[in-house]
């Protein structure tokens, strides 16, 4: 069956980065689209991004731009966020999502959330 | 970017009673090209990743219980919940894949009456 297994927790000071991973299994990641989304305490899911597998590239929330990168290791089936110069407002749970398709933006399964905490 | 309003932002139901839940979209979530609607609605228990409950506004998801159903087209849509039970109590969200970003609903919380 899908799985998306997330990384664990992270505490970072503000103007750190963090870098949280994504195992996929059940499926190729190569087949679907991977997005991430984000919930901090309190707000509403925030979409920060994908990666279109179909053709490769990425885009990234207007908020986000210039902060986020998405990447992934296909031969280890793992899709990785990464989120520099950190604020005490980027502290939420992130998670992975994958898409239905290569290019889709309808999200059918989600990874358990990592929560990455801001704070000096 | 598409604004996704829901109402209300919490709900209490009897148990074996209907739950409904809004959802409006700042512009149509309707595509000519084939006749669908880009709205999804996720179920969110505590501790636990959203699960896709309903695509093209209504289209249930397999497993999801028929209890479940999404109706509305447009820019209304509506998430219904024929006969509560307990395990039902979750935040609710509400999805637009119409266009880019992807934005969702502020979320409902339904809780037991």
């Known amino acids: 069956q899908v799985q998306l297994v997330q990384s664990g927790a992270e505490v970072e000071k503000p103007g750190a980065s963090v870098k949280v991973s994504c195992k996929a299994s059940?499926?190729?990641?190569?087949?679907?689209?991977m997005h991430w989304v984000r919930q901090a305490p309190g707000q509403r899911l925030e979409w920060m991004g994908w990666?279109?597998?179909?053709?490769?590239?990425?885009e990234f929330s207007q908020n986000l731009q210039g902060r986020v990168t998405i990447t992934r290791d296909t031969s280890a089936s793992t899709a990785y966020m990464e989120l520099s110069r950190l604020r005490s407002e980027d502290t939420a749970v992130y998670y992975c999502?994958?898409?239905?398709?290569?290019?889709?933006?309808?999200?059918?399964?989600w990874g358990q959330g990592t929560l990455v905490t801001v704070s000096s | 970017d598409i604004v996704m309003t829901q109402s209300p932002d919490s709900l209490a139901v009897s148990l074996g009673e209907r739950a409904t839940i809004n959802c409006k979209s700042s512009?149509?979530?309707?595509?000519?090209?084939?006749?669908?609607?880009?709205l999804a609605w996720y179920q969110h228990k505590p501790g636990q990743p959203p699960k896709l409950l309903i695509s093209?506004?209504?289209t249930r998801e397999s497993g999801v219980p028929d209890r479940f159903s999404g109706s509305g087209s447009g820019a209304d849509f509506t998430l219904t919940i024929s006969s509560l039970q307990a395990e039902d109590v979750a935040v609710y969200h509400c999805?637009?894949?119409?266009?880019?970003?992807?934005?969702f609903g502020q979320g409902t919380r339904l809780e037991i009456k």
């Open positions: 512009q149509s979530l309707f595509s000519n090209s084939n006749n669908e609607d880009y």
């Open positions: 999502a994958r898409g239905t398709c290569p290019g889709c933006y309808l999200i059918d399964y």
């Open positions: 059940g499926y190729n990641l190569n087949g679907y689209a």
């Open positions: 990666i279109n597998t179909g053709n490769s590239k990425t």
């Open positions: 999805q637009q894949y119409y266009s880019r970003p992807i934005t």
């Open positions: 093209w506004a209504s």
